[in-house]
């Protein structure tokens, strides 16, 4: 099994900046990707960006040139640095891997809130 665990949620005013990491523990096979997505109330859950273990990114348009994903895979750890937050990135926001190519096993986090607000 495959446990992952976030940190570095929290208050930020907007234009801050915050990190997120999640922490992969367990049986991880070392062809996957690591993905954020974020869930505002209300509305579905959304893939922010995505990561594979080759080095692969992709973005939703809504955060391009302001967050970056990168991973270290020695340590099976994925970040997201967020910067120049804006109020609609407020969600709680969930740590995913798959395992590739065909993504038989999916595994999540238990969420991290971010909230940008003055």
């Known amino acids: 099994q495959v446990q992952l665990v976030e940190s570095g949620g929290g208050l930020v005013q907007p234009g801050g900046s915050l990190r997120l990491s999640c922490a992969a523990s367990g049986s991880i096979s070392s062809i996957n990707s690591m993905n954020w997505f974020r869930q505002a109330p209300g509305k579905q859950r959304e893939l922010v960006a995505g990561?594979?273990?080759?080095?692969?990114?992709n973005y939703a348009d809504s955060v391009k040139g302001r967050f970056t994903i990168s991973r270290d895979n020695a340590k099976n750890t994925v970040y997201l640095q967020m910067s120049s937050l804006k109020p609609e990135d407020t969600a709680v926001y969930y740590c995913n891997l798959k395992t590739l190519p065909f993504g038989l096993n999916n595994y999540w986090g238990q969420g991290t809130q971010v909230t940008v607000s003055s």
């Open positions: 990561i594979t273990s080759g080095g692969s990114t």
